[in-house]
């Protein structure tokens, strides 16, 4: 009965590729996220999405794609991969209102090699 | 821009005893939010306690309580009795609302190791 739910857990992939990492949530949310971790465990937002529209990308390299069908999922596509792409990626989610906790997944740990 | 600062990177604390992490951040809102997030090795990040920028009172969850100085912009986490289950990454994090949507944004963490 997981809150919000991320797959795979685990990608590795080699240096070029195209992958997809897909989040769902079932608590009902409005708001959906993208973060990236990086090696030093900096958080940093990637995309913020709305009742399935764009709100904020944080000037993310354009080989990024969010895309989220319906308000439950928010899916990262990530084109021609390469080695600084390397970290952990988090979806997460939080109702249209103040005071209230980023609900978030348990990661998609993505290497590059 | 909204900044959060952790000067600490990594900390350490006898089981038992009492530590506190420090987190400042900068905004000129004068509505907000702010929390404390775990990271424990399984990656997953839990929720630890939150803070309304308009409540002069300090939250507290059990062994957790902040000290929040909104004046001065600081918000440190104080852990009691700290347990070995305690030791993990702990986040700071400031919520606003920008650009028609609610934006968290996290300082750099405090590594905290609870020693037996």
């Known amino acids: 009965d997981t809150a919000v739910s991320q797959t795979p857990k685990y990608l590795v992939t080699q240096m070029g590729n195209d992958k997809s990492i897909k989040c769902e949530q079932n608590l009902g949310h409005d708001t959906m996220y993208w973060y990236k971790q990086d090696s030093k465990k900096f958080l940093k937002i990637m995309f913020s999405?709305?009742?399935?529209?764009?709100?904020i990308n944080e000037t993310v390299p354009n080989r990024f794609s969010p895309k989220s069908p319906d308000k439950a999922h928010l899916n990262l596509h990530i084109n021609s991969l390469e080695l600084g792409d390397s970290a952990v990626y988090f979806c997460?989610?939080?109702?249209?209102?103040?005071?209230?906790?980023?609900?978030f997944g348990q990661g998609t740990r993505l290497t590059v090699v | 821009a909204q900044t959060v600062t952790q000067s600490q990177p990594e900390m350490s604390v006898q089981e038992a005893e009492t530590v506190t992490l420090s987190c400042t951040y900068d905004t000129s809102e004068n509505n907000y939010y702010l929390f404390w997030y775990k990271q424990p090795p399984s990656r997953q990040m839990i929720l630890v306690i939150r803070?309304?920028?308009?409540?002069?009172q300090n939250a507290t969850e059990n062994r957790f309580s902040v000290n929040f100085q909104k004046a001065a912009k600081s918000f440190s986490l104080k852990i009691s009795d700290s347990q070995l289950g305690d030791t993990a990454m702990y986040f700071c994090a400031f919520m606003n609302f920008t650009s028609g949507t609610y934006k968290y944004i996290f300082g750099t963490g405090t590594r905290l190791k609870v020693l037996a």
């Open positions: 999405y709305n009742n399935k529209e764009l709100i």
């Open positions: 997460a989610s939080s109702p249209s209102f103040r005071g209230t906790e980023a609900f």
């Open positions: 803070q309304e920028a308009y409540k002069q």
